[in-house]
């Protein structure tokens, strides 16, 4: 083959990079605009996001078109591809990886079998190999966006729309399919237009440049302006997160603050006739606004409600450690307050403890307690059979065992409400992402029933509910929990029965998990010096929303808030971005009141600020 061909084959890939990526970056930024993600920006705002979002996946798309260019380009030295069909041959390859991938994320969302999405891909593989390799022009069209919609853009797009929307994803799919099919139109004189050696080398110098220039401009815009494209998008997301820029200079977080004030330590409070036994049930990943209808067996405990309870952090490990300690501690590494933990204080005192874990991470963080047992030994086991039968059947005979004593601890751990949301025999909630997530929460419920009725009603013996996190459930475009301090991911109910206390109901006061601690010690009379208050103390002052300040994080981000009242201020140290909620008024936080701050915004700034220079802990 003539050398002149070949060359100019490899520019047109680099050009149909381009194409694709700018395409494709319109389409994610214009897709969160669609979906009311980005209410702050305005049309101006918006047009410039559409416009940065497509510049910068034309320079991904160039970087990438150079690569598979340069790979092509090796025929100069011998390596021999399929004359007609190399094309074909990588846009099979994306294809397979495309419908792998979708099968994937479908299988999360319907439960498929994992033989029929293996089956499933191999067919469609052969089914596109098959007529690919008959039609090169076709697969010179649709290789590159092919290959980034494999990059997750579409892919998750559909994923995140059908478990909102169940079936309504029909419509979210073709309109998003229109956009694609008016853009490739638009694009086409481009894709067919012939390109120089000049023109090639001038389109990778300016994709350098948007790429190693993007984060340091984008520093300049406005919160929301960035927080649409980082944090909303899924491909602007990933180009983003992949290059070299500044994050938050801490230095604006205490700039113009007053000197921290004095924090009161809270007064222990004492009962009348201390518990003989307490029993703490802890379900994983159950959301605040889940109780409800959805648990009846939860609703008709009768208690104290705290009804602004929260997780200092969306993940296990920082939560478990927190409610065993009475702090909260962004180094789990750090293990010298083990010996001051609840289990260890329990010993001491003389109160046998026992754990029931439905998981081999929260087995190992319940350090101090007298034994722990294990009902899943495997993650596996986890992903794909229902625990919750065998913890409230292994619940009730230890505490048959334990009440044969003097005094008893019993901490009881239920996994179910966690991903990937197993089909139950009891409750079927339907396809979608959400009702299939509120399905086990109810099967939850059903078996805390069981263990509740074991319990009883005794006047010796406490019983606390709560959740370690939530679960975000593709509220802010992210579909877990660990990484974002949304509400959904932080906000957890917490239920505490005491015998003798009259005055049950709900509770506004700002409470912590944390609080837990010294709950339980003091609900057996032990003294502490734990500097946090104790669920105890909160409800029977009928503390206030605008009492306390709590702080939260995210080590994955890394991520910090503080909520105060009905006002939350997020401070994500990577991104540079800040944003502020006002949770009465904006309670699914989607209006970012950062760019127009009001009074509370500040003393919130501060208040972090000073937290983050001497360390998140405390209460």
Not at 177 to 185: E, L, N, Q, R, T
Not at 196 to 213: C, G, P, Q
Not at 221 to 238: I, K, P, V
């Amino acid at each position: 083959m003539p050398r002149a061909p070949r060359v100019q084959v490899n520019q047109t890939i680099v050009v149909r990079g381009a194409a694709a990526g700018a395409l494709i970056g319109a389409i994610d930024v214009i897709d969160v605009i669609a979906g009311g993600f980005a209410p702050g920006l305005g049309v101006v705002g918006g047009i410039g996001a559409v416009l940065t979002l497509a510049a910068l996946g034309a320079a991904a798309g160039t970087m990438v078109g150079a690569v598979v260019a340069l790979l092509k380009g090796l025929e100069r030295f011998g390596v021999r591809w399929p004359a007609r069909r190399q094309a074909a041959v990588v846009t099979t390859i994306a294809l397979t990886i495309v419908t792998s991938g979708l099968l994937v994320g479908l299988r999360m969302v319907v439960p498929i079998a994992p033989i029929i999405a293996v089956l499933g891909t191999v067919l469609a593989g052969l089914v596109l190999l098959a007529l690919l390799w008959r039609r090169p022009t076709i697969a010179a069209w649709i290789a590159w966006p092919l290959l980034f919609v494999w990059a997750d853009v579409l892919g998750a797009r559909l994923l995140y729309s059908f478990s909102r929307a169940g079936v309504a994803t029909i419509a979210h799919a073709a309109s998003m399919i229109v956009i694609c099919v008016i853009g490739a139109i638009a694009l086409s004189p481009l894709i067919r237009r012939r390109v120089s050696n000049r023109d090639v080398v001038i389109a990778l110098l300016a994709a350098a440049a948007v790429l190693v220039s993007a984060r340091p401009l984008l520093t300049k815009t406005s919160h929301t302006f960035r927080l649409a494209l980082y944090e909303r998008t899924s491909f602007g997301f990933r180009v983003l997160a992949s290059l070299p820029g500044p994050g938050l200079d801490r230095g604006v977080l205490t700039r113009d603050c007053a000197p921290p004030g004095r924090r009161d330590v809270a007064v222990p409070a004492g009962l009348e006739r201390p518990m003989r036994g307490v029993v703490v049930i802890m379900v994983d990943a159950l959301r605040a606004d889940r109780v409800g209808a959805k648990t009846p067996n939860l609703s008709a405990l009768d208690g104290w409600r705290f009804v602004n309870g929260f997780s200092p952090a969306p993940s296990t490990k920082h939560a478990v450690r927190a409610t065993l300690i009475g702090a909260v501690r962004a180094d789990t590494s750090d293990r010298r307050e083990d010996e001051s933990s609840i289990g260890t204080r329990l010993a001491a005192a003389g109160i046998p403890s026992h754990a029931i874990a439905s998981h081999a991470t929260v087995a190992g963080l319940l350090t101090g307690l007298d034994t722990v047992e294990l009902i899943e030994p495997t993650a596996k086991a986890n992903r794909e059979s229902l625990s919750s039968p065998k913890t409230a059947e292994r619940a009730r005979a230890a505490l048959i065992k334990l009440r044969t004593g003097d005094r008893f601890f019993l901490f009881v751990h239920f996994y179910d409400p966690h991903a990937h949301y197993v089909e139950n025999p009891l409750f079927d909630g339907g396809m979608s992402l959400a009702a299939r997530y509120d399905a086990e929460v109810a099967y939850t419920d059903h078996f805390i029933g069981r263990l509740l009725a074991d319990v009883g009603d005794p006047d010796d013996v406490a019983v606390l509910v709560f959740g370690d996190h939530g679960e975000e459930l593709w509220d802010h475009r992210y579909r877990w929990h660990r990484t974002r301090v949304y509400d959904e991911s932080v906000r957890v109910p917490i239920i505490l029965r005491v015998p003798g206390e009259d005055r049950p109901g709900d509770v506004e006061g700002l409470v912590s998990i944390a609080d837990i601690a010294p709950t339980i010690l003091e609900l057996y009379g032990i003294d502490h010096q734990i500097a946090g208050p104790s669920l105890l103390t909160s409800a029977r002052a009928r503390r206030q929303r605008d009492d306390r300040a709590l702080f939260l994080f995210s080590d994955i981000e890394p991520t910090y808030a503080v909520v105060r009242g009905d006002d939350k201020v997020i401070a994500n140290l990577g991104t540079g971005i800040l944003e502020h909620y006002n949770l009465a008024a904006d309670p699914g936080e989607q209006h970012n009141l950062a760019d127009r701050p009001r009074p509370p915004f500040d003393e919130l700034r501060c208040l972090l600020g000073q937290r983050l220079t001497t360390g998140i802990g405390a209460p």
